[in-house]
């Protein structure tokens, strides 16, 4: 029979039913899906669950803006991309991630177990002590003091790292609310943006959002995006849409993979990386594309959003970007989409793959860490 001991509470220690943690890892699970919805609740939860949201506010995991409304705060978001991060690698695997060899030489990550000698031009912070003091007292043969010569210096060999330039385009369309397939790419953005921040500092990182229109996602817009709602339901759909004067109503849940494209080889030409790649992460084939400054909106899927969006991925190949596309497949509908990735695949030399929710992160982030590894030359 167990025994246990009942004091007073005294107020010294912190008292919860469940951490403040715990309730915000599972709030975050729901942000994934569903943005900037979940915050807009936060009014009526401090009505319903003062104590619960109070919790949050004073760890520090959210906070009210000026304008009075809740949303995540720094400390939040770090630990919300953290998390998305640990939920892709188990702990134990995940130091053997490290940082990428490759077969360039130069200022990187320091290999203790490999040393040379010294050359003009190496740091003399890599210089390493032990065998350069057993050089010079190989060379005097022992005695004191010991002096050192440019010939007993001896340096840790280093690592080139390869710096890399990398745009995820994610479809915000409408089909992604569907099987939580919006929740776990959202996800596996933000792991990125966890690894580059602990692993490649000196990589660039930049999530868009394609749906109808294409647009940059910053780590707050990122937290907070969400599918675009679907707004008309016609059988087919032909829409030509003058940007400079478009109309009061645009639909955006369309699939404008061609405007993502554009907008990353826009963001990556202007990177002075060694590497530069951009990662697709969709579920369906092109419905939209742009002509001049024209929209075209076309629903079935057509063949000329398919071959100008072709056509855009051939040019950021040419410009020397990789591209890897995975397509999240849910159920047999998607045979298309599977050969549309295929065909991308082929015209630019890169890699495609089909996947589900569940396992793209893992997929994802093999391919960017792959992507980052060889120097590319642009033509």
């Known amino acids: 029979m167990s025994t246990f001991e009942y004091s007073r509470f005294d107020g010294s220690e912190e008292f919860s039913p469940q951490s403040a943690d715990k309730v915000f890892d599972e709030f975050s699970k729901y942000l994934m899906q569903f943005g900037d919805e979940v915050m807009e609740n936060f009014e009526r939860w401090e009505d319903e669950n003062p104590d619960v949201v109070d919790m949050l506010v004073k760890r520090g995991l959210i906070e009210k803006d000026r304008e009075g409304k809740y949303r995540v705060t720094p400390k939040g978001m770090k630990r919300i991309e953290n998390k998305a991060l640990e939920n892709l690698f188990d702990v134990r695997a995940r130091d053997a991630m490290g940082r990428h060899d490759t077969q360039f030489r130069g200022a990187g990550q320091t290999v203790h177990e490999d040393s040379k000698p010294y050359e003009y031009g190496d740091p003399v912070s890599n210089l390493n002590l032990h065998e350069t003091l057993r050089n010079a007292v190989q060379r005097q043969g022992g005695g004191t003091p010991v002096k050192i010569t440019a010939d007993d210096l001896v340096v840790h060999e280093m690592e080139y790292q390869t710096s890399c330039a990398t745009v995820v385009l994610l479809d915000m369309s409408g089909s992604m609310t569907r099987y939580g397939k919006f929740g776990a790419a959202k996800q596996t953005a933000l792991a990125l943006q966890a690894l580059v921040r602990a692993k490649y500092q000196g990589d660039f990182l930049q999530t868009v959002g394609f749906y109808t229109y294409a647009s940059p996602l910053g780590e707050r817009e990122l937290l907070n995006c969400a599918p675009k709602e679907v707004s008309i339901y016609d059988s087919r759909v032909r829409m030509r849409i003058n940007l400079d004067q478009p109309p009061s109503f645009v639909p955006e849940h369309f699939t404008n993979l061609h405007a993502g494209l554009q907008f990353a080889r826009r963001i990556l030409m202007r990177q002075p990386a060694a590497n530069k790649q951009i990662i697709v992460i969709t579920d369906g084939e092109p419905t939209a594309h742009v002509e001049g400054r024209d929209l075209v909106l076309m629903y079935p899927p057509s063949e000329k959003s398919a071959r100008l969006t072709l056509g855009e991925a051939k040019h950021c190949a040419e410009m020397g970007i990789h591209i890897a596309s995975f397509a999240l497949v ?40 792959g992507g980052r590894k060889k120097r590319r030359r642009v033509g």
Do not use: P, R
Request: glycine share 8%; charged share 10%.
């Open 330 to 369: 849910e159920d047999y509908f998607y045979h298309s989409l599977v050969n549309f990735v295929e065909q991308m695949a082929q015209v630019t030399g890169g890699i495609s793959a089909t996947c589900n929710a569940q396992d793209m992160g893992n997929m994802v982030v093999s391919s960017f860490i």
